[in-house]
Every structure is written in C-alpha cells, then in structure tokens.
C-alpha cells in the first residue's frame, strides 16, 4: 500500500498540502525548482518566504532534484502555479515508471492553449495514467493552521480518488470524490477571474450589493461555460464551484482579490502585482477563459470586462459601467 508522495511546488499550496499529508503520517518529499530555496527550507524546516510560522512534521522532507521526487514515490501531487504546469510535467516524465500517478492542485489553464490541465498530462504521459484534480475552498495558512477545511478531488480512477482520501482526508480536512474531473478544473480556473472583478467592485468602492451580484452573475458564466466543456451542474454549485467562488470573491486572504482591489483603487497592473508578491492565476485564466468564451460563443461579461481591463488598459470604472448598461433580460 502507497504510504510515501511527492508533492511538487514549495509555494504556500504545495507546502500546505505536504504539511498535511506528513501530518497524517504519510513519508512525504516537498520538491521545489529553487535549489537555495529548499535549503532554506530544509535547514528551517518551515517555509518562511510562502508559508511563514508552519514547522514541518517529521515526516516531511525536501528536495531540489526532480529525479529524486519521482523516485521516492510513484504517487505525485503537483501544486506548480499554471504557467509551469506543462514543463514540469515534461521535465518529469524523464524519470517516472510505468506505475506513476498523477494528482494537481494547480488552479488554471495550461497556458496558451486554454486546455484544461488534465489534456497536458494526458499528451505528455498517457490517457491510462490514473489522473486526479484536488479544488475547493482552500486557502493555504487555513490547511496548514488545521482549520477545519472541505476540498473536492476529482478523479477518473476510483482507486486514486480512494488513495487521496486516505493520505489527505483528517478530522479537520474532509474530503469529497467526484467523477467530474472537467467541472472541478473548470471552477478553479475560473472563479480566480471573477475573484478579481469583485476586488476591483471593492476597490471602487462599490457595496455589498455589487459583491454579491458579481458571485450570482459570475456563477452563472462558469457554469455556462463549464457545461460547455462537458462539466456536471452540481459541480458549480459544491465546493469546487460556488464554494471556492465565495472564498476568493469575499476574503482578502485571496491573491486574486486583493490584486482586483489594488486596481479598483487605480494602481495600474504592474504596481498591484508587485504589492502581492505571489501568484495571480487570474490574470492569465482571464485571457484564456475569455478566448474560450469567444471559441465556444458563450456570455461571459464579467469574465470579458475583467478581460479589458487587464489587456486593453480599459479603466475599472467603465468596465462596470459596461457591465450595467448591457441590454436587459430574463435571469438566467
Ligand atoms: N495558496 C493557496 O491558498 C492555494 C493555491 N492554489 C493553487 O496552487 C497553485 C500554486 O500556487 P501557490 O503555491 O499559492 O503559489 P505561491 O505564489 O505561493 O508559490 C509559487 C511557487 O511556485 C514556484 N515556481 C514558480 N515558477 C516555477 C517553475 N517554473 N517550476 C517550479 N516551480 C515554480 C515558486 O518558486 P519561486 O519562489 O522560486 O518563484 C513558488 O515556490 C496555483 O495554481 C494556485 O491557484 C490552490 C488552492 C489554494
Ligand atoms: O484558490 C484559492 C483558495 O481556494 C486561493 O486563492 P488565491 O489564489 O486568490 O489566493
């Protein structure tokens, strides 16, 4: 029985995620690309620069070599932001068995070609490697300070979805399977646009009344698209859909968020991504999920005047407007 994983990504996700499984008793190698970083890591044993104040549980170990995390264990979880989804999957394939397994924890596209993550795995290892997506309503600092937290993961094996119960599943972090691997991913990549344009309602100091217009209207936009891609309804509405959707439109421990409000308050996007210092999957997922609004011809306004605002320099207070002034019509 599986009783090591590797968890690829030493930023605040994948070190939360390592925290947990070695927390349960899992052996477990945290790999990350930066060489003095995961020095740092090992000598202090917490992540100061991503997960600040979180000591490591004895079973918890670190690498800076690739080779060694696919050798330690064929069960990888990759938590790599989206950009480096697909060269890390490349880079890995050089040193896994025929025995791999492959979960993520990566929220977006893969970039520049708007597939959803699971594509990249399939073209770089194979359609029978058993494949999993773990989303929900996660921040990083709750998990590794074992606040009680719900996550989804979705699988197309129900022997992996079992497995990853079992490492991360405890009395304070409950875990769901699901068979609707499309409909999770789809809800984690999205709902980091819309997490953006309620910051920027925020920032311009628009009310609660906004706020929750933009959830409503900005599940509406997921699940039209997400029906699209071949997703399940009652996906959108659990937690890797409208509950990971409140949490980041809502709460300022979201990057994407607080990035949304540093441009409602008028800093242009370089400014705002420096004072976050982290990733922003939003901001790529907003190019991507508007080329595949366009593609597909489905309604995503929300999603298409986050859009300009980001890559068409149109100010935060027009694309609001626009939001208001569209035509009216039936909810739905
Ligand atoms: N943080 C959270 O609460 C949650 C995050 N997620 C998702 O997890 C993913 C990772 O985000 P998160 O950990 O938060 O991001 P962070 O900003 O905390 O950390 C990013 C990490 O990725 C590393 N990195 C950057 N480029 C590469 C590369 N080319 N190859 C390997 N590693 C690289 C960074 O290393 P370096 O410092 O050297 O650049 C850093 O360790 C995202 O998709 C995010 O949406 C999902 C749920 C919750
Ligand atoms: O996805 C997340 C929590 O579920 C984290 O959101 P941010 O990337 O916006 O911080």
Redesign the pocket.
């Known amino acids: 029985m599986t009783s090591t994983i590797s968890v690829l990504g030493a930023g605040s996700?994948g070190t939360a995620l390592a925290i947990q499984a070695a927390r349960n008793g899992y052996r477990t190698l945290l790999w990350g690309h930066d060489p003095i970083h995961i020095r740092t890591l090992q000598q202090n044993r917490t992540n100061q620069r991503y997960l600040p104040g979180f000591v490591f549980p004895n079973t918890l170990e670190t690498s800076s070599e690739l080779a060694e995390a696919a050798a330690f264990s064929d069960l990888i979880l990759i938590a790599v932001p989206s950009h480096a989804f697909k060269d890390t999957l490349i880079k890995l394939r050089r040193f896994t068995g025929q025995q791999v397994q492959i979960a993520w924890a990566t929220?977006g596209f893969a970039p520049n070609d708007g597939y959803l993550l699971h594509y990249s795995v399939e073209r770089i290892f194979s359609k029978e490697t058993p494949t999993a997506v773990l989303?929900?309503?996660?921040?990083?600092r709750e998990v590794a300070a074992d606040l009680p937290t719900a996550i989804t993961i979705a699988s197309n094996h129900a022997g992996f979805s079992e497995l990853l119960t079992r490492i991360f599943h405890s009395a304070r972090f409950r875990t769901y399977t699901s068979t609707d691997m499309i409909g999770v991913q789809t809800g984690?990549a999205v709902?980091?646009v819309l997490?953006i344009a309620s910051g920027i309602a925020d920032g311009l100091n628009f009310g609660a009344n906004t706020r929750a217009a933009l959830i409503t209207r900005g599940l509406h936009e997921i699940i039209r698209l997400g029906l699209e891609l071949g997703g399940r309804q009652e996906t959108f509405m659990g937690l890797a859909g409208l509950g990971?959707l409140i949490?980041?439109c809502t709460d300022n421990?979201?990057?994407?968020?607080?990035?949304g409000l540093a441009l409602g308050q008028n800093k242009n996007r370089a400014a705002a991504r420096e004072e976050i210092d982290?990733?922003?999957?939003?901001v790529s997922a907003a190019k991507e999920t508007y080329l595949l609004a366009q593609t597909h011809g489905i309604d995503m306004p929300i999603t298409e005047q986050t859009y300009k605002v980001l890559y068409e320099s149109l100010s935060p207070l027009a694309a609001v407007q626009n939001l208001l002034d569209r035509e009216l019509k039936a909810e739905s």
């Open positions: 996700w929220k989303s929900g309503p996660t921040f990083a984690g709902k980091n997490a990971d949490l980041t421990q979201s990057r994407n968020r607080r990035f982290q990733e922003i999957e939003g």
